[in-house]
């Protein structure tokens, strides 16, 4: 009926209920009330109503000075008659804008449309910049936003999502975005005219989805079927998530095998016979070998052993053993040698510990110097 034109939602459930409306010649003063547009006749006081209209969406640029209303008593001019569309269907306001405030303002002669996006249990945001006069620093906006959702985060213990943050500031005026989710019949102006900010400018730059560009200030255009869908999804996206049941939580592993056994007991009372779990194959499967078998030597089949015999040295002989010269006692030796022996000063002095072995490099004190020289 409010599709058709007849009366607003609520004075069209006022007329159900008074008993005014008639289908196909019965009486209906019951709610909710099922019927089909297109196959019922429906009167309201014998008068048959029109078939509802194609359902027009529109986003319009609101101007300051208009009105958010299709009735006036003062004569003031109206949102609705700035949409001047060809099938010249009957638009209303979808949520309102005061006088002095513009921006973003969305017309339909949809109702459950218009129901969705405004009914505070749907949770679609509205975005809004506002300009105050002076120069506020980020603890001043942040007391502000504290003041402003104080009430309404009193009523619900709930995390919001409404918010306030800077946008632009200089030495005459500050620019803040506000956005609204949660909150219902927030009165911006007076509520910041309390606060000791009085409101300059408001502008409504957001709705769900929907941004307010492309459009100069009065100008209006169709909503695409893509903006359409994306603002009912918005708006159904907390109705669903409340009605989903709850999941269930996870079972630990003790509490798994416990239902087995309670499920194996159950069943052997009733007479019958749990089914068996299906056995693990025995051994490791085939595939990849395990690794090389323990005690072989790693290298190239048919050639040489890997790594180098010990007791040599790449590159250098073995070291002569440390001992007496050759026809000379070990008490007799020469200057030369017990120079060598006795631990002066020389190329190799402190090569050889007292037990008189090779050092690590495996030189004894008969070896060549960097140079390739005996020592003297």
């Not at 209209?53 to 009105?67: A, C, D, N, Q, S």
């Not at 918010?163 to 005026?173: C, F, G, M, Y």
């Not at 909503?223 to 049941?245: F, G, I, W, Y």
């Not at 007991?265 to 090389?292: F, I």
């Amino acid at each position: 009926m409010a599709d058709a034109g007849v009366a607003a939602r609520r004075e069209c459930e006022e007329l159900v209920l008074a008993g005014a409306v008639t289908v196909n010649g019965k009486i209906v003063d019951r709610l909710p009330a099922w019927v089909d547009p297109a196959v019922d006749r429906i009167e309201v006081y014998g008068r048959p109503i029109r078939k509802a209209e194609k359902h027009v969406y529109i986003m319009l640029f609101k101007p300051r000075g208009t009105v958010c209303t299709n009735s006036d008593p003062e004569g003031r001019p109206r949102a609705i008659d700035l949409v001047q569309h060809p099938s010249r269907p009957r638009l209303y306001c979808v949520g309102r804008l005061d006088l002095d405030s513009s921006g973003l303002l969305i017309l339909t002669n949809d109702g459950e449309f218009a129901n969705r996006l405004t009914h505070p249990r749907y949770l679609v945001d509205k975005g809004y910049d506002i300009t105050v006069d002076g120069s506020l620093d980020e603890r001043a906006i942040n007391d502000l936003e504290r003041n402003i959702f104080a009430a309404e985060k009193g009523r619900n213990s709930a995390p919001t999502r409404s918010s306030l943050r800077l946008i632009s500031r200089d030495r005459d005026k500050t620019v803040m975005h506000l956005t609204l989710c949660e909150h219902r019949n927030l009165q911006i102006r007076p509520l910041m005219l309390e606060l000791g900010h009085p409101v300059n400018k408001l502008r409504r730059t957001s709705f769900g989805p929907l941004r307010l560009k492309g459009l100069a200030v009065g100008e209006w255009r169709e909503l695409t079927p893509r903006e359409v869908d994306q603002l009912m999804r918005a708006s159904k996206a907390e109705d669903t998530s409340a009605r989903r049941a709850p999941r269930a939580p996870k079972r630990s592993m003790v509490e798994l095998a416990v239902a087995r056994e309670e499920r194996a007991q159950r069943l052997a009372a009733e007479g019958g016979e749990a089914p068996a779990a299906p056995a693990k194959p025995a051994g490791r499967p085939l595939g990849r070998p395990l690794g090389r078998p323990h005690g072989k030597p790693v290298g190239k089949p048919g050639g040489k052993p890997a790594g180098k015999p010990a007791g040599k040295l790449s590159g250098k002989p073995a070291a002569k053993p440390f001992g007496p010269s050759k026809g000379k006692s070990s008490g007799t030796s020469s200057g030369k040698s017990s120079g060598k022996s006795s631990g002066k000063s020389g190329p190799f002095a402190g090569r050889t510990g007292k037990s008189g072995r090779p050092d690590a490099r495996g030189r004894g004190p008969t070896a060549r110097d960097q140079r390739g020289r005996r020592p003297r």
